[in-house]
């Protein structure tokens, strides 16, 4: 089985380093597609919490629930109204959260998701990963 513990905390101290050393100005920076930076640590957040919760229901035996594919143009649409000086930090507790649900989690609930083929509730550094080279790209 792949360590999800272990790329999940390298994912969340990658994260929150960034997010330690970023200004004001860096959160308006622009990632392209109507994104900003600030805007990419609120997707980060949401989508963290949303696993979590997502978890939790999985951990009460009520399954898996499925996910929305307009989620993430419904996310763009209130957007405006999150604060974007607190949605880096956001995204690190987001990310800290999954982190200690995943650990919580024990091997045949692991197994169970992994063959059910939720892992990517599971293990989210791809997903981190992948909005943290965009910002990392994008402040140069």
């Known amino acids: 089985m792949d360590n999800h513990a272990s790329t999940n905390a390298e994912s969340t101290e990658r994260l929150r380093a960034l997010v330690a050393t970023l200004s004001g100005a860096d959160l308006e920076r622009s990632l392209g597609g109507g994104w900003t930076v600030g805007f990419a640590f609120v997707h980060l957040a949401f989508w963290d919490h949303r696993q979590v919760a997502a978890l939790r229901q999985f951990e009460r035996g009520e399954g898996f629930p ?21 949605a880096g930090q956001a995204a690190v507790n987001a990310a800290q959260e999954l982190d200690a649900m995943v650990e919580s989690l024990s091997v045949d609930q692991l197994t169970k998701l992994q063959e059910s083929g939720k892992s990517y509730a599971i293990d989210r550094a791809p997903h981190r990963d992948e909005h943290l080279q965009q910002i990392e790209e994008a402040l140069g």
């Open 66 to 86: 499925s996910e929305d594919y307009a989620t993430n143009a419904t996310l763009s649409l209130v957007a405006p109204i999150f604060d974007l000086s607190a």
